[in-house]
DNA sequence: TGTATTGTGTAAAAGGTTTTAGTAAAAGGT
DNA sequence: ACCTTTTACTAAAACCTTTTACACAATACA
């Protein structure tokens, strides 16, 4: 069955009764060749069946049109989370433009930095993750160019929120109404290896609330701060945990929207009536926050733009070689119907 | 600064004092060689930032470690719609566990022909094409492995779902329910030479609507069968112009969820109420449509199932010249609350 | 002691393309 | 009629790795 090789350059060149070189012309550079000859050569191309092997053409051009995005997380992961979806489509409008393609990338049997070194791309985009993790260090010294997500960065591009603020808003909202018993759900990372992935992210949004309960007068309790995995049955879990305990807080403050609204169903199930009997504000803004019933109140980032501004960085940096830049974006309150 | 180039294997093997096949051991047939001389090449590696270059190794080994998946769309719409969110999750999910990454490709400057031809994969899912597409047929002759999802194929292996039945029971509740005026929304493509993309996934389906049609003795009226975009947005502006054009349907129809749910809007701006001036059922069963208010009444389809099987059929092809197997998946008709 | 085996390493070929430098013929200039 | 360009095409090098076949030494076998 397999008994045929894939075609090559030379089989058309035969066919074609010419030299590779003239094939590889004929597809890239037609006007070094003479009409008919481009013709006669493409034709036998399609003939055979010819496309150019991408990894030979790459392995000398060094550019493949891939871009990599990288995350500390399954694929399914990935793809179970609004945020990456959002965010995916704001990288990919770019990618649309420039004729590239999308490669997610996750960990490779446990190891990023073996998923990094086997990826086929031009660059990474990489989320959530400091510019020196150890696993991602390697790329400077291998001259990949990357930019950084929601991480740490000073000589590569970066994008980044204003988490600080957006949770502090968040925070003083509700502590301006009075709430003095307030449950606090952060990122909890499900791999052991990953321990610092989204430190950064949960650390600067953790931050806020406390400097809105200092500004506020209120002792913070670490105890009311609850590592949660970053989804729906995790935020859902953790506050029935905590109503089990005897935990009876007025409000909740989650460091993601996938989390407040499983505290939203946890609610729910206990026959509490948000935001009456509990306040929940969460954290991102994702599309599904505006629809659900009650709609989440939330600190919204711009998810969409943030995924643009990082192609866009990347793809610059790939053209030339700019001063990296580090972006910041504004975070906004979003006041729906889970707080009153 | 671009003045060094990327590190390569012979200078690794310097620096380590031995030759270039003793560092190709030392990362892929450690057993090849004396501990001591592994663990010095791995440093010598490590020091100088060293990584097999994957498209040299891709050349040789034939294989990438990445699985496309082919939609004629653009990265943006694939990303926007909640179908592929949820169907990349299903083909994540194995991804996963066999270590591979997963490239979205999208249409090349308009040409899903050289967009296939130069994406650095082991195989592709292919969505919405027949097997027999003219930009997907050179697949054959180059003997790259592909599985068609929502498409005919005979030579390689395909999933699909039951659209008919799923379509009949829609239709068929409706027309059960004395309706005798439905307006039907359909795809339409919105690039031109994508002209039968989708062509058998929504001919299957207003097939479906039509048997319904047929058995209840209710005349098919072409006129109420109005192509529409794939989107929120699209389903939208189909509805306002039937209304601004006179048409008062009692129902509506949509071959698909993000349509159904733009009438939706569409008729709540126009001061319908749902269920009691229009029913509405969609088709996808989309994660959203249960959480909308009010939620949507559909044609469940096992999205994320669809992707598993797409992409264990992948494998088994990549792995060994199997049988190409046909999976067909059931519909079920979800009545939820735009229905009466 | 001679032979077979195992352990450790290397040279060279193969994988398929693009690019550089160059050749030969045709066209253009005076 | 001679020199310069231009046109049309090719040979060979380069890209970087892995694999195959082979070499040499040390050990095991009988």
Request: charged letters at 20%; one cysteine or more.
């Amino acid at each position: 069955m397999m008994a045929t090789r894939r075609v090559t350059i030379v089989e058309v060149a035969r066919k074609a009764g010419v030299s590779p070189t003239a094939v590889s012309f004929a597809f890239n550079k037609p006007h070094r060749l003479n009409g008919d000859t481009t013709e006669r050569i493409l034709q036998a191309a399609r003939e055979l069946g010819y496309a150019p092997n991408p990894h030979a053409r790459a392995l000398l051009s060094q550019r493949i049109g891939v871009i990599g995005v990288l995350v500390p997380q399954s694929l399914y992961a990935i793809y179970a989370n609004p945020f990456f979806a959002t965010f995916l489509q704001g990288i990919g409008s770019v990618c649309d433009d420039q004729d590239l393609a999308l490669l997610t990338v996750s960990p490779l049997d446990g190891s990023l930095e073996r998923a990094i070194a086997s990826a086929p791309v031009d660059g990474f985009i990489i989320v959530g993750l400091n510019e020196h993790h150890h696993e991602v260090a390697p790329l400077h010294k291998r001259r990949v160019p990357f930019v950084i997500v929601d991480g740490d960065a000073e000589t590569v591009p970066s994008v980044n929120i204003d988490d600080e603020s957006g949770a502090y808003a968040a925070a003083a909202h509700l502590l301006a109404n009075g709430h003095r018993n307030i449950l606090i759900l952060t990122f909890e990372t499900p791999l052991e290896h990953l321990e610092d992935i989204f430190y950064g992210v949960g650390g600067r949004r953790v931050h806020g609330y406390q400097r809105a309960f200092a500004d506020y007068g209120v002792p913070w309790r670490d105890d009311r701060l609850v590592p949660t995995l970053t989804s729906f049955e995790g935020g859902e879990q953790s506050f029935l945990n905590a109503w089990e305990a005897g935990t009876r807080p007025g409000a909740v403050l989650a460091v993601s929207d996938a989390m407040a609204l499983g505290v939203v169903k946890a609610a729910a199930q206990l026959g509490l009536n948000i935001p009456r009997d509990l306040e929940v504000i969460g954290f991102d803004d994702v599309p599904l926050a505006a629809l659900t019933n009650p709609a989440l109140s939330t600190v919204h980032q711009p998810v969409y733009r943030k995924g643009e501004i990082a192609i866009e960085l990347l793809v610059a940096t790939l053209e030339a070689n700019v001063e990296p830049k580090s972006v910041v974006l504004p975070t906004e309150l979003i006041l729906r119907a889970t707080t009153r």
